[in-house]
């Protein structure tokens, strides 16, 4: 890479989201590949919300595009880092072409269609996303995902110039420090349309009757018998993960940093079977998989799999995770010189 600056644009830099996280990591693999000076900007979360308005969601990205141009025309390179869904072709179709990207975000979405919310995912978001893999084709060389959710998804060409599982890369614990398990159970609990809500608050409810241990981050569920304990930061998450038997996924994404953070503290996940990818990076026993769907049979089968509880030292195939990171380098170093 040529001897000058790097404008970076991140929509979210705070390291207790999903997107924030995602973006310091991807920052420090900039670093490694660079000896450039960065200028790094990003709107500043001044009230640490979770749950970002309408405004920083959706215009923010925008206002980011032209600051990208803005000192792209100045002659500095440009990177643009977080909220990429593969949806939104307007970014892609609007930035620089030679702006280094960050890791494209996106999900398959198999679930039945039961209000519009679910119609708009499944058709309106899948077309939108359709039309991005036609621009990246068109305007990149090296395409680089946050997970594999969407490689079934991306034509073969165009699988040829990717690379997929970035969010694999950032997986750092090797052993799994054995612990007492307190809690049975611990939700990451957000109202938010994609993680369904409404089918985890009934889970909560079912355990909490069962009169299971049971702890919830994130928004208040305000059920009687579980200890919540808010919006905490990623550190306190572990702490309490590290001493549960269980965490349940969100239901559109399987590979999350929450999925990563359970396994990493030695805390088994259950996960919607129907968003499961990558799971040869993992014990497999570390993992259960059902429908995530409210229903007393699915309430059962979790109740069984909490009852059936048995230590396990293993939640990490080590290998695999070094191999997928041997590969991101060589991957990064042709993505980051084109």
Not at 176 to 201: A, E, G, L, M, V
Not at 294 to 317: E, G, Q, T, V
Request: charged share 30%; glycine share 2%.
């Amino acid at each position: 890479m040529k001897d000058k600056e790097i404008y970076i644009w991140a929509c979210d830099l705070d390291k207790f989201r999903g997107e924030g996280i995602l973006a310091n990591e991807f920052i420090k693999d900039l670093r490694k590949h660079s000896s450039k000076k960065f200028l790094i900007e990003s709107p500043k979360n001044y009230h640490q919300k979770i749950n970002f308005s309408f405004y920083r969601n959706y215009i923010t990205p925008f206002i980011g595009i032209v600051k990208i141009w803005k000192n792209y025309l100045q002659g500095k390179d440009t990177c643009y880092i977080n909220f990429l869904p593969i949806w939104n072709f307007l970014i892609f179709l609007m930035l620089p072409s030679k702006t280094i990207l960050g890791p494209i975000t996106g999900t398959r979405y198999n679930e039945k269609i039961t209000d519009l919310n679910k119609f708009i995912r499944k058709y309106i978001l899948t077309f939108f996303s359709f039309i991005s893999i036609n621009i990246l084709i068109s305007k990149r060389k090296l395409v680089l995902f946050s997970t594999k959710n969407l490689e079934s998804q991306i034509p073969k060409k165009m699988r040829k110039k990717a690379f997929f599982n970035y969010i694999v890369t950032t997986i750092k614990k090797k052993k799994i420090s054995s612990n007492k398990k307190i809690y049975d159970f611990f939700f990451y609990y957000r109202k938010y349309s994609t993680h369904n809500p409404q089918f985890q608050k009934k889970v909560i409810e079912y355990l909490a009757k069962c009169k299971y241990k049971i702890v919830v981050a994130g928004n208040r569920c305000d059920v009687k018998n579980v200890k919540e304990i808010g919006f905490v930061k990623r550190n306190k998450i572990r702490s309490y993960l590290k001493k549960t038997k269980f965490s349940m996924n969100e239901e559109a994404n399987f590979l999350s940093f929450f999925t990563i953070d359970s396994l990493e503290s030695g805390c088994a996940v259950i996960c919607n079977r129907n968003t499961i990818t990558s799971s040869d990076i993992f014990e497999k026993k570390s993992l259960f998989l059902i429908d995530y769907r409210a229903s007393k049979k699915n309430f059962l089968k979790i109740k069984k799999i909490i009852d059936n509880y048995k230590r396990i030292n293993l939640f990490l195939n080590i290998k695999k995770i070094k191999q997928h990171g041997i590969k991101k380098k060589i991957f990064m170093q042709k993505y980051l010189s084109d």
